[in-house]
Antibody, heavy 126, light 107 residues
Framework: EVQLVESGGGLVQPGQSLRISCATS????????MTWVRQAPGKGLEWVSF??????????EYAASVEGRFTISRDDSKSIAYLQMNSLKIEDTAVYYC?????????????????WGQGTLVTVSS | DIQMTQSPATLSASVGDRVTITCRAS??????LAWYQQKPGKAPKLLIY???TLESGVPSRFSGSGSGTEFTLTVSSLQPDDSATYYC?????????FGQGTRLEIK
């Protein structure tokens, strides 16, 4: 069974940093891209970042709202994806979901997500 | 960035009805479009990818169509479990965007 489990969310002050994790199981992690999507309270889905599998270059993409502040990474030996969030702002408050991307069915630039975690809440407040 | 606009924002229909949600892109996304269903407090669930390919395990009453800039998600015979918010998402550029969502209510 495919599983994605986010952790590391919590309450932080504006300007601080936080790293959230996505532990996976049930599939060959290295064969898939990984994505982070967030959802502010009562709002819609916002794509945050995407990292390709190493077979597909391992390159990363970011939404304009987080570029330069957030860094996505992956540890294929542990089957874990990370999102390092620096210089956090109040508007970064959201549930952060990690999701899996099946490269085989993606476009040449990005992808849809076929399995999702349950999310971890990040609250930025003074 | 490519903007995705869904309509209607809210839809109310009865069990057994056929319902259609529309998603329009600000520029062509070819057929690189997905649809998701999200219930309150839960993660999104993939329904459709590549505009019309049904994800494994998704009931056949869901279908997708369209290409270029206009897409539709159709539920052929609405069931009580279909009450949810539906999102489209393009993946035709380096930066992905979602539609704002359509809330589907069962009368």
């Amino acid at each position: 069974e495919v599983q994605l489990v986010e952790s590391g969310g919590g309450l932080v002050q504006p300007g601080q940093s936080l790293r959230i994790s996505c532990a996976t199981s049930g599939f060959t992690f290295g064969d898939y891209g990984m994505t982070w999507v967030r959802q502010a309270p009562g709002k819609g889905l916002e794509w945050v970042s995407f990292i390709r599998s190493k077979v597909y270059s391992g390159k990363t993409e970011y939404a304009a709202s987080v570029e330069g502040r957030f860094t996505i990474s992956r540890d294929d030996s542990k089957s874990i994806a990370y999102l390092q969030m620096n210089s956090l702002k109040i508007e970064d408050t959201a549930v952060y979901y990690c999701a899996r991307n099946p490269h085989l069915y993606c476009s040449s630039t990005n992808c849809f997500s076929d399995s999702w975690g349950q999310g971890t809440l990040v609250t930025v407040s003074s | 960035d490519i903007q995705m606009t869904q309509s209607p924002a809210t839809l109310s229909a009865s069990v057994g009805d056929r319902v259609t949600i529309t998603c329009r892109a600000s520029q062509t996304v070819s057929n690189w479009l997905a649809w998701y269903q999200q219930k309150p407090g839960k993660a999104p669930k993939l329904l459709i990818y590549k505009a019309s390919t049904l994800e494994s395990g998704v009931p056949s009453r869901f279908s997708g169509s369209g290409s270029g800039t206009e897409f539709t998600l159709t539920v052929s015979s609405l069931q009580p479990d279909d009450s949810a918010t539906y999102y489209c998402q393009h993946y035709n550029s380096y930066k992905v965007t979602f539609g704002q969502g359509t809330r589907l209510e069962i009368k």
